[in-house]
Every structure is written in C-alpha cells, then in structure tokens.
C-alpha cells in the first residue's frame, strides 16, 4: 500500500510563507501529484499538480486560478519528496491541504480529485488576518 504524508503545516501571519512536504513511499510509482485543500464547510478544492513527463519539470506543473503565482509545486529528485512551497498566504488560504498521487500514466491537466488513487491524511495551514 503506498502511503503519503504531510509535512510542514502550522499558523504564519497573512502575507507569510509555507512550504508543505510531501514523503511518498519509497519505491512508489508516480506518475502525478497533487496538492488539494478543503476549508470548513466547503468542497475539497484543487490547488496545484505536476506530472511526470521522462522528468519532473516545473513546465508540467497547473495550478488553480485562487493561487497561481503564490504556490509552487516541485519535487527533490534526491529526497524523493514533493513539495508545495506557499508564498504571500491570504486567510482565504486557511485549509487542511491533502497530497494525493497516482501510478498511471495519464494524459492533460489533473485538477480532479478522482484521478487520484492515492491519498494523504491532510496537514492544517492557518493563515491569521
């Protein structure tokens, strides 16, 4: 069973910065990976992916529209950790944030949850005003 887990969550003043990890279980096959958020009372939500294309690249990376410019996905090849590195956090950013990932090789942009096979326990981003 492969298994994902949150790092690097916790409280940062409005205007902050966050840089989130996420440890996949060695040996795994990815073939994408997401970053999702869902607030309180609201619908888990996309937030960003990156897919690999014969490597990780930034160029096969997509974000929502909510935090395009802010947030990054990336990954360390050494580590074999991805990463959403979050930057000028808003409030509105407030979230449990998921990472989830997926073995197989699929073509276009994977903004929905249901591509997804495989599923962190979620971390808490807390942005105070």
């Known amino acids: 069973q492969v298994q994902l887990v949150e790092s690097g969550g916790g409280l940062v003043q409005a205007g902050g910065s966050l840089r989130l990890s996420c440890a996949v279980s060695r040996g795994a096959v990815v073939r994408y990976l997401g970053w999702f958020r869902q607030a309180p009372g609201k619908e888990r939500e996309f937030v960003g992916t990156?897919?690999?294309?014969?490597?990780?690249?930034?160029?096969?990376?997509n974000y929502a529209d909510s935090v395009k410019g802010r947030f990054t996905v990336s990954r360390d090849d050494v580590k074999d950790t991805w990463y959403l590195e979050m930057n000028s956090l808003k409030p509105e950013d407030t979230a449990v944030y998921y990472c989830?990932?997926?073995?197989?090789?699929?073509?276009?942009?994977?903004?929905?949850?249901?591509?997804?096979?495989?599923w962190g326990a979620g971390i808490q981003v807390t942005v105070s005003s």
């Open positions: 989830a990932a997926d073995p197989r090789p699929s073509p276009g942009v994977h903004t929905a949850a249901k591509l997804y096979t495989y």
């Open positions: 990156i897919s690999w294309s014969n490597r990780w690249s930034s160029s096969d990376s």
